[in-house]
């Protein structure tokens, strides 16, 4: 148990220290005391010294929430925090309100007008707002109204209502912001408050200002003048479309003399932007508005930027460069170049998509390019061009090499695919040089001629008389008549295969951060995710995933996928089991397949819950998957239990896929494997403290949260 030695909120000016202390009255063993921050690391001026926390001279950088958390590894640890405010106060602004009720945009004597006054402070509700008229300080009277909180007004702002204006009314006033008895500096803003001194703005655009056309990469002035009003508020810019932000990100950007300069255009910000006059530091009247388009030149954007074409020799081939868009459109020049050298030919029509069209010969493969120009700049389309074949592919292995009894030898099945082998002229075989990897030193050269690939077909050659325990780089390279294609590569090294404990052990809570042997699937869209209630983001989405482990407790960890940005409908994580070898486990010769029990907790709460799927994933020459159990939508705000039999051909995993659901009240969690041999068994349980003890069946027997040798305890035992 511990105390802080301050109140749940501590509010400070700049340039103080603060100390806070974490004081422990209650635990056995003396716990051990840290101290955290949210957001964010703590300050590199914050000192711990036992168990207090100094901040020597804080800024309002250094705001936030400090946690002071105490651990003796009995029960749950002890945490309190305290939220660190830090006083701020700027950007001091002021209205002027005509009289509302009669749609004025001027002061007219006989009316009433208001004067309003907001400041930027932390915390806001604390700041004082005091008024004066020609330096003398105001009271309310029948006339002159304060209002400490203006309802129309934005929060925290304060307002002077001048009713039935009279000629003894035509003063200066001034609004003063500041913090009682605070460091902070005070903030002032005067209003004059006169027959000449106060009139509506009028906005305008200079003539040719209309429009504005600027090279991409350039500087752009959009201008929008305001030439009469008193006094001269200042200029907001944005963006025409609604849902597009200014080039800094904001969706407003204030300019004080109505000049918006944009430093590094590019053709994103292309389109039309709004200048209107601010509400505020003027007339709080209907706001005066404008437009500038902005035109941004850029050079022809073409497809394809770069492609591979293969084609047999003696074929014609087509290069074809795709103008997608340009600004200016009007195209200025097309050339054509191979190996960086011009090609010599009539001048292209210019209207016309550009093409290049010859006949493949050995002596004209190479690089080409097009050059495209138009007077914002130019583009290019690259072409390589060749009748070499395309690279092999490399396909799944077997999981391990395969040891030769006699000797200190072993062969590795060389596995692969051919990419399009009827793109160039017809492959007749393969070279496969295998090296020893860290010397670079051939050991043997195959030719493979007459071993032709199919599409699509799986190609196989089994190397030999490779020695434990040396690492080879091996290179595949198909051949055709006329030339070689590019060596792909890969590195084999013979290990011996690590044997997983038998699946009867295999329990896996998720408890340690190496998680019992699981792994990510690198195919998928995103990754499950271990945590605990500790651990989780504060700020993490409601009504959707668990707040627990299906235990209960706070410490326990789980898997579980985030819904939330940038996550969209339809993508998958898959969480896979370790490689079980099944023939290891096979029942004596003739009795079939081994069967298998698997059982999980999930929790799927969440109006957008996708869907949790479980995988038989058997290994060979190629993996097969088969779907063995799955569902759907929310399921409850609990943990449930599911269980069922496998009975794998061969080595296997299992695979949990978690689909992301509409929208990001989707989370998905699991925890709890187990891989067990045999059946499953129909379960009898004890409830203790949030666990279950498992009585009977194939599995293991946990110790209850809570419980010690040596301890007391009941047990409630509930027949079935």
Same mark, same amino acid.
């Given at each position: 148990?511990?105390?802080? *030695?301050?109140? /749940?909120?501590?509010?400070?000016?700049? &340039?103080? +220290?603060?100390? #806070?202390? !974490?004081? %422990?009255? =209650?635990?056995?063993?003396?716990?051990?005391?840290?101290?955290?921050?949210?957001?964010?690391?703590?300050?590199?001026?914050?000192?711990?010294?036992?168990?207090?926390?100094?901040?020597?001279?804080?800024?309002?950088?250094?705001?936030?929430?400090?946690?002071?958390?105490?651990?003796?590894?009995?029960?749950?640890?002890?945490?309190?925090?305290?939220?660190?405010?830090?006083?701020?106060?700027?950007?001091?602004?002021?209205?002027?309100?005509?009289? *509302?009720?009669? /749609?004025?945009?001027?002061?007219?004597? &006989?009316? +009433?007008?208001? #004067?309003? !006054?907001? %400041?930027? =402070?932390?915390?806001?509700?604390?700041?004082?707002?005091?008024?004066?008229?020609?330096?003398?300080?105001?009271?309310?009277?029948?006339?002159?109204?304060?209002?400490?909180?203006?309802?129309?007004?934005?929060?925290?702002?304060?307002?002077?209502?001048?009713?039935?204006?009279?000629?003894?009314?035509?003063?200066?006033?001034?609004?003063?912001?500041?913090?009682?008895?605070?460091?902070?500096?005070?903030?002032?803003?005067?209003?004059?408050?006169?027959?000449?001194?106060?009139?509506?703005?009028?906005?305008?655009?200079?003539?040719?200002?209309?429009?504005?056309? %600027?090279?991409?990469?350039?500087?752009?002035?959009?201008?929008?003048?305001?030439?009469?009003?008193?006094?001269?508020?200042?200029?907001?810019?944005?963006?025409?479309?609604?849902?597009?932000?200014?080039?800094?990100?904001?969706?407003?950007?204030?300019?004080?003399?109505?000049?918006?300069?944009?430093?590094?255009?590019?053709?994103?910000?292309?389109?039309?932007?709004?200048?209107?006059?601010?509400?505020?530091?003027?007339?709080?009247?209907?706001?005066?508005?404008?437009?500038?388009?902005?035109?941004?030149?850029?050079?022809?954007?073409?497809?394809?930027?770069?492609?591979? %074409?293969?084609?047999?020799?003696?074929?014609?081939?087509?290069?074809?460069?795709?103008?997608?868009?340009?600004?200016?459109?009007?195209?200025?020049?097309?050339?054509?170049?191979?190996?960086?050298?011009?090609?010599?030919?009539?001048?292209?029509?210019?209207?016309?998509?550009?093409?290049?069209?010859?006949?493949?010969?050995?002596?004209?493969?190479?690089?080409?390019?097009?050059?495209?120009?138009?007077?914002?700049?130019?583009?290019?389309?690259?072409?390589?061009?060749?009748?070499?074949?395309?690279?092999?592919?490399?396909?799944?292995?077997?999981?391990?090499?395969?040891?030769?009894?006699?000797?200190?030898?072993?062969?590795?099945?060389?596995?692969?695919?051919?990419?399009?082998?009827?793109?160039?002229?017809?492959?007749?075989?393969?070279?496969?040089?295998?090296?020893?990897?860290?010397?670079?030193?051939?050991?043997?050269?195959?030719?493979?001629?007459?071993?032709?690939?199919?599409?699509?077909?799986?190609?196989?050659?089994?190397?030999?008389?490779?020695?434990?325990?040396?690492?080879?780089?091996?290179?595949?390279?198909?051949?055709?008549?006329?030339?070689?294609?590019?060596?792909?590569?890969?590195?084999?090294?013979?290990?011996?295969?690590?044997?997983?404990?038998?699946?009867?052990?295999?329990?896996?809570?998720?408890?340690?951060?190496?998680?019992?042997?699981?792994?990510?699937?690198?195919?998928?869209?995103?990754?499950?995710?271990?945590?605990?209630?500790?651990?989780?983001?504060?700020?993490?989405?409601?009504?959707?995933?668990?707040?627990?482990?299906?235990?209960?407790?706070?410490?326990?960890?789980?898997?579980?996928?985030?819904?939330?940005?940038?996550?969209?409908?339809?993508?998958?994580?898959?969480?896979?089991?370790?490689?079980?070898?099944?023939?290891?486990?096979?029942?004596?010769?003739?009795?079939?397949?081994?069967?298998?029990?698997?059982?999980?907790?999930?929790?799927?709460?969440?109006?957008?819950?996708?869907?949790?799927?479980?995988?038989?994933?058997?290994?060979?020459?190629?993996?097969?998957?088969?779907?063995?159990?799955?569902?759907?939508?929310?399921?409850?705000?609990?943990?449930?239990?599911?269980?069922?039999?496998?009975?794998?051909?061969?080595?296997?995993?299992?695979?949990?896929?978690?689909?992301?659901?509409?929208?990001?009240?989707?989370?998905?969690?699991?925890?709890?494997?187990?891989?067990?041999?045999?059946?499953?068994?129909?379960?009898?349980?004890?409830?203790?403290?949030?666990?279950?003890?498992?009585?009977?069946?194939?599995?293991?027997?946990?110790?209850?949260?809570?419980?010690?040798?040596?301890?007391?305890?009941?047990?409630?035992?509930?027949?079935?």
């Amino acid at each position: 148990m511990i105390r802080l *030695s301050v109140d /749940d909120a501590v509010v400070v000016d700049p &340039g103080q +220290d603060v100390v #806070l202390t !974490c004081e %422990v009255i =209650a635990g056995f063993p003396s716990p051990n005391v840290t101290w955290t921050r949210y957001p964010g690391p703590l300050p590199l001026s914050a000192q711990v010294r036992g168990r207090s926390l100094t901040l020597r001279a804080v800024t309002p950088s250094d705001a936030g929430f400090y946690n002071c958390t105490a651990v003796n590894n009995v029960g749950n640890p002890a945490r309190k925090n305290v939220n660190l405010v830090v006083r701020t106060m700027n950007n001091l602004t002021f209205q002027i309100t005509p009289d *509302s009720n009669k /749609d004025s945009e001027t002061i007219q004597m &006989g009316r +009433d007008l208001k #004067l309003s !006054c907001h %400041v930027d =402070a932390t915390p806001q509700d604390k700041v004082n707002y005091t008024w004066y008229k020609n330096g003398a300080l105001i009271y309310n009277s029948d006339n002159l109204i304060l209002l400490r909180s203006d309802p129309d007004m934005a929060p925290g702002t304060s307002s002077l209502e001048i009713v039935d204006m009279k000629f003894r009314d035509l003063a200066t006033y001034s609004c003063v912001a500041n913090f009682p008895g605070s460091r902070v500096p005070e903030l002032r803003v005067d209003v004059n408050i006169s027959q000449n001194s106060v009139s509506p703005p009028v906005l305008t655009v200079p003539p040719g200002s209309q429009v504005v056309s %600027v090279r991409e990469g350039g500087v752009a002035e959009l201008l929008c003048m305001i030439v009469d009003g008193k006094p001269r508020p200042p200029v907001l810019w944005s963006r025409t479309e609604k849902d597009l932000l200014m080039p800094s990100g904001q969706p407003v950007v204030e300019t004080p003399d109505g000049r918006l300069r944009l430093r590094n255009v590019t053709r994103d910000m292309m389109g039309a932007y709004r200048c209107q006059t601010a509400p505020y530091n003027g007339l709080n009247i209907k706001r005066r508005e404008a437009q500038v388009q902005l035109n941004v030149q850029y050079s022809p954007i073409l497809d394809p930027v770069f492609q591979d %074409v293969r084609s047999r020799n003696s074929q014609m081939v087509t290069l074809r460069c795709t103008i997608l868009r340009a600004n200016p459109p009007r195209l200025t020049d097309i050339r054509w170049y191979r190996n960086g050298e011009i090609i010599r030919m009539p001048m292209p029509d210019l209207k016309e998509t550009p093409e290049l069209k010859f006949k493949l010969e050995p002596l004209n493969n190479g690089s080409y390019e097009c050059r495209v120009s138009n007077y914002a700049g130019t583009s290019s389309c690259t072409f390589n061009v060749s009748a070499k074949p395309y690279n092999a592919e490399f396909y799944f292995d077997t999981p391990n090499p395969v040891r030769i009894l006699k000797g200190n030898n072993y062969s590795y099945n060389l596995q692969w695919t051919q990419k399009d082998p009827e793109a160039t002229d017809r492959i007749i075989g393969y070279w496969i040089n295998v090296r020893k990897n860290k010397l670079n030193q051939l050991v043997k050269q195959i030719d493979l001629r007459g071993k032709e690939p199919e599409k699509g077909v799986l190609m196989t050659y089994t190397i030999p008389d490779l020695q434990i325990p040396v690492s080879y780089e091996v290179r595949l390279s198909p051949i055709t008549t006329f030339s070689t294609g590019d060596y792909v590569t890969r590195i084999i090294q013979y290990s011996e295969p690590y044997t997983y404990p038998r699946p009867t052990d295999h329990v896996c809570g998720f408890e340690d951060d190496r998680i019992c042997g699981f792994s990510q699937d690198r195919s998928d869209n995103f990754d499950w995710t271990r945590q605990n209630h500790l651990t989780q983001n504060p700020k993490r989405s409601a009504n959707t995933g668990p707040d627990t482990d299906r235990s209960g407790t706070k410490e326990g960890f789980y898997m579980y996928i985030e819904a939330s940005q940038p996550r969209v409908q339809g993508e998958k994580a898959r969480l896979m089991s370790p490689l079980f070898n099944e023939t290891l486990y096979r029942g004596p010769k003739g009795s079939g397949r081994m069967p298998y029990c698997v059982s999980f907790y999930y929790h799927m709460k969440g109006k957008h819950i996708g869907a949790l799927n479980v995988i038989l994933r058997v290994r060979s020459i190629a993996s097969v998957d088969s779907m063995v159990w799955s569902k759907s939508g929310p399921q409850g705000p609990d943990w449930k239990k599911a269980f069922f039999d496998v009975s794998p051909s061969g080595p296997f995993q299992i695979v949990f896929e978690g689909i992301r659901g509409s929208s990001f009240e989707g989370d998905i969690a699991i925890d709890d494997v187990s891989i067990t041999t045999g059946k499953c068994k129909q379960e009898n349980t004890v409830a203790s403290a949030g666990k279950t003890v498992l009585i009977g069946g194939s599995h293991p027997l946990p110790l209850a949260s809570g419980l010690t040798f040596g301890s007391s305890c009941l047990l409630l035992l509930l027949y079935r």
